[in-house]
């Protein structure tokens, strides 16, 4: 069963990945965007973890939903207010349990991924997050056994974003110019996942 503490590991062990891979993400984001991207994520997981320190919400979704709030509200840009979806109907869809399984999670991961889409109108293969997140996904189930093949998903996906044309998004006002290069929402979007395969006990 995940509890609170397991939420909060992970997107503590999150905002340590963002901080560690923040110039490596406005590396890629300088390529193809505003070059924004390690530095907007940096300042919103740091935000996410002093709220968290502060809060400490005792369910599992209630952490998720304080996270993404914070998320929307710190980061500019588009980046906030897609992670934040992501992580705020995740934990709606949690609701108000103590305790979660790892396929009640899986599921309302899924439901965040898909809010996501509909926010962004964009599917994958369009170069973005989703071909991280979507991937990873497909690999969730009923055991965290399952959290592992999820984060290689996510990397892989990233990775297969370079040689694809954006199709939504800043990059894709480059057009054949964006191909080439990994996409840095879907790398960041990997990090997440990692984050959460690292945070099983």
């Given at each position: 069963?995940?509890?609170?503490e397991?939420?909060?590991?992970w997107?503590?062990?999150t905002?340590?990945?963002?901080d560690r891979?923040?110039?490596?993400?406005?590396?890629?984001?300088?390529?193809?965007?505003?070059a924004?991207?390690?530095a907007?994520?940096?300042?919103?997981?740091?935000?996410?973890?002093?709220?968290?320190?502060?809060?400490?919400?005792?369910?599992?979704?209630?952490?998720?939903?304080?996270?993404?709030?914070?998320?929307?509200?710190?980061?500019?840009?588009?980046?906030?207010?897609?992670?934040?979806?992501?992580?705020?109907?995740?934990?709606?869809?949690?609701?108000?349990?103590?305790e979660?399984?790892?396929?009640?999670?899986?599921?309302?991961?899924?439901?965040?991924?898909?809010?996501?889409?509909?926010?962004?109108?964009?599917?994958?293969?369009?170069?973005?997050?989703l071909?991280?997140?979507?991937?990873?996904?497909?690999?969730?189930?009923?055991?965290?056994?399952?959290?592992?093949?999820?984060?290689?998903?996510?990397g892989?996906?990233?990775?297969?974003?370079?040689?694809l044309?954006a199709?939504?998004?800043?990059a894709?006002?480059?057009?054949?110019?964006?191909?080439?290069?990994?996409?840095?929402?879907?790398?960041?979007?990997?990090?997440?996942?990692?984050?959460?395969?690292?945070?099983?006990?």
């Amino acid at each position: 069963m995940l509890d609170a503490e397991f939420f909060r590991r992970w997107l503590t062990a999150t905002a340590a990945l963002v901080d560690r891979e923040a110039a490596r993400l406005t590396e890629l984001d300088s390529a193809i965007g505003d070059a924004d991207h390690g530095a907007n994520l940096q300042r919103g997981f740091t935000a996410v973890t002093e709220a968290l320190a502060k809060d400490a919400p005792d369910t599992p979704g209630a952490v998720l939903v304080l996270a993404g709030g914070q998320l929307i509200s710190k980061v500019g840009g588009a980046s906030g207010p897609l992670y934040g979806t992501l992580l705020r109907r995740t934990g709606k869809e949690l609701g108000d349990a103590a305790e979660v399984t790892p396929g009640q999670f899986a599921a309302a991961f899924a439901a965040g991924v898909e809010a996501v889409a509909r926010l962004g109108g964009a599917q994958a293969g369009d170069k973005t997050m989703l071909d991280a997140l979507e991937p990873a996904v497909a690999a969730l189930g009923a055991s965290t056994d399952t959290f592992a093949t999820a984060r290689d998903a996510a990397g892989q996906g990233a990775r297969d974003t370079v040689p694809l044309r954006a199709r939504k998004g800043r990059a894709s006002y480059l057009g054949e110019r964006s191909i080439g290069h990994e996409d840095p929402g879907a790398a960041s979007s990997a990090l997440l996942l990692t984050a959460l395969a690292g945070a099983v006990a």
